[in-house]
């Protein structure tokens, strides 16, 4: 399928569906989990799920999780973001799953990136692709499975002494974003910033590690 068939859609675009209440915007693509019941009922969704997609030939990456939960993740390969395409197959599985009796919980959906501060990235990237196995992609370095966390490098215009250099940034649904901080306020963390909100919150454990609980909003 020609590049020229893809309408592109943004992270505002598609919060705007309200028919499609079961997904969420999450770091690139909208993603969802289905709770199926039961285990073999988790796979006879999956593979209504994939015969959807074939049908379509547009395929989703799908994971399976006893007991019974099934996590969805919609992009467009071709083009390397969200699409039309993307929002049409998240209507039909989502019908799918109604039909199956499978629910959704889209809040649960989260994916998780490392980062490193560094004054010289192309120096330190090469190391971290040949000891994770990793393939660069210009921006971050990923697993080529997509199944562990990007690593990217943040450039800094000085050194860094008096924090950390390596932080985990975790990307939620939009709506789920301030219950995620208070709680990690509420388990004995900090909140070092709060200047980017709403695209992310800085936070600290107590020993000064930090993470970011990060989404797609204003950014």
């Given at each position: 399928?020609?590049?020229?068939?893809?309408?592109?859609?943004?992270?505002?675009?598609?919060?705007?569906?309200?028919?499609?209440?079961?997904?969420?915007?999450?770091?690139?693509?909208?993603?969802?989990?289905?709770?199926?019941?039961?285990?073999?009922?988790?796979?006879?969704?999956?593979?209504?799920?994939?015969?959807?997609?074939?049908?379509?030939?547009?395929?989703?990456?799908?994971?399976?999780?006893?007991?019974?939960?099934?996590?969805?993740?919609?992009?467009t390969h071709?083009?390397?973001?969200?699409?039309?395409?993307?929002?049409?197959?998240?209507?039909?599985?989502?019908?799918?799953?109604?039909?199956?009796?499978?629910?959704?919980?889209?809040?649960?959906?989260?994916?998780?990136?490392?980062?490193?501060?560094?004054?010289?990235?192309?120096?330190?990237?090469?190391?971290?692709?040949?000891?994770?196995?990793?393939?660069?992609?210009?921006?971050?370095?990923?697993?080529?499975?997509?199944?562990?966390?990007?690593?990217?490098?943040?450039?800094?215009?000085?050194?860094?002494?008096?924090?950390?250099?390596?932080?985990?940034?975790?990307?939620v649904p939009?709506?789920?974003?301030?219950?995620?901080?208070?709680?990690?306020?509420?388990?004995?963390?900090?909140?070092?910033?709060?200047?980017?909100?709403?695209?992310?919150?800085?936070?600290?454990?107590?020993?000064?590690?930090?993470?970011?609980?990060?989404?797609?909003?204003?950014?």
């Amino acid at each position: 399928m020609a590049l020229m068939d893809y309408t592109p859609v943004s992270a505002e675009e598609f919060a705007a569906i309200e028919e499609l209440a079961d997904w969420r915007f999450v770091l690139g693509a909208i993603r969802t989990d289905f709770r199926a019941g039961s285990y073999p009922k988790a796979a006879v969704l999956v593979s209504a799920i994939a015969s959807a997609s074939e049908r379509a030939n547009h395929h989703p990456d799908i994971d399976v999780r006893y007991p019974d939960r099934v996590r969805v993740a919609l992009t467009t390969h071709a083009t390397g973001a969200l699409s039309s395409h993307d929002v049409a197959l998240a209507r039909e599985i989502s019908s799918i799953a109604s039909e199956s009796d499978a629910f959704a919980e889209p809040g649960r959906s989260q994916t998780t990136e490392l980062a490193i501060d560094t004054m010289d990235a192309d120096r330190i990237r090469p190391f971290w692709a040949a000891i994770l196995g990793y393939v660069d992609q210009g921006s971050c370095l990923v697993d080529p499975l997509r199944s562990g966390p990007p690593l990217w490098f943040q450039q800094m215009d000085e050194s860094r002494t008096e924090r950390g250099r390596f932080h985990v940034d975790v990307s939620v649904p939009h709506d789920v974003a301030d219950q995620r901080t208070a709680a990690a306020v509420a388990a004995g963390g900090t909140l070092v910033t709060d200047r980017f909100a709403r695209s992310w919150w800085v936070l600290a454990d107590a020993d000064g590690n930090e993470a970011c609980i990060c989404t797609w909003q204003d950014r």
